[in-house]
């Protein structure tokens, strides 16, 4: 099993099977419009548009799960993608990332790669962490997505190849993104 055996739903509700990315590098990415990462957005379509003439493509996945932090509908979160970053790369529809209504695609992909831990040198790690720890003191020993823009890197056979949390910015798994499209 790999991520081609899944078909998630494009913004306008068609489905989109993964096999179709098949022998691509592919970043997966939950997504919110009204988040302390959403900057993150700039920093994606960089990558996007640096790599994606060398077998490059990331996937967006607005979530609501965390604070309501995209609570718009798919048209208006795809309006805001492109209008205040220019987010040229597919956005998905609305999913829910945890709980019993997770998409299936992020059942498989945190049963992969499990919570790596935050990178505590970012601004937003340490009220993070509070936030977490106030809901759950153990939330770090679980798989589950935790906040917005958790990425994760797929090799082009469709096996996970690693996981960052949303204090890993888009600039720095350039590096690990470079190696991968090396092979």
Not at 88 to 107: H, S
Not at 151 to 164: A, C, M, P, S
């Amino acid at each position: 099993m790999n991520i081609y055996d899944f078909t998630v739903k494009k913004m306008n509700g068609e489905p989109q099977p993964l096999k179709d990315y098949s022998g691509e590098l592919l970043l997966i990415v939950n997504t919110a419009s009204k988040c302390g990462f959403t900057p993150q957005f700039e920093g994606l379509e960089m990558l996007y548009k640096k790599y994606r003439d060398k077998g490059f493509m990331i996937l967006g996945f607005p979530c609501n799960q965390f604070a309501g932090q995209d609570p718009g509908t798919n048209e208006e979160i795809q309006e805001f993608c492109s209008l205040n970053f220019g987010v040229t790369f597919p956005m998905m529809a609305k999913i829910e990332v945890n709980g019993e209504n997770e998409e299936p695609l992020y059942q498989y992909l945190k049963e992969q790669k499990g919570f790596g831990g935050f990178d505590m040198a970012h601004p937003i790690a340490a009220k993070l962490d509070e936030i977490l720890r106030a809901d759950d003191e153990d939330y770090d020993k679980n798989s589950d997505i935790k906040w917005n823009f958790t990425k994760f890197l797929i090799g082009r056979d469709g096996t996970v190849l690693e996981r960052f949390e949303p204090t890993t910015t888009p600039e720095q798994i350039e590096a690990v993104l470079e190696r991968a499209l090396a092979q």
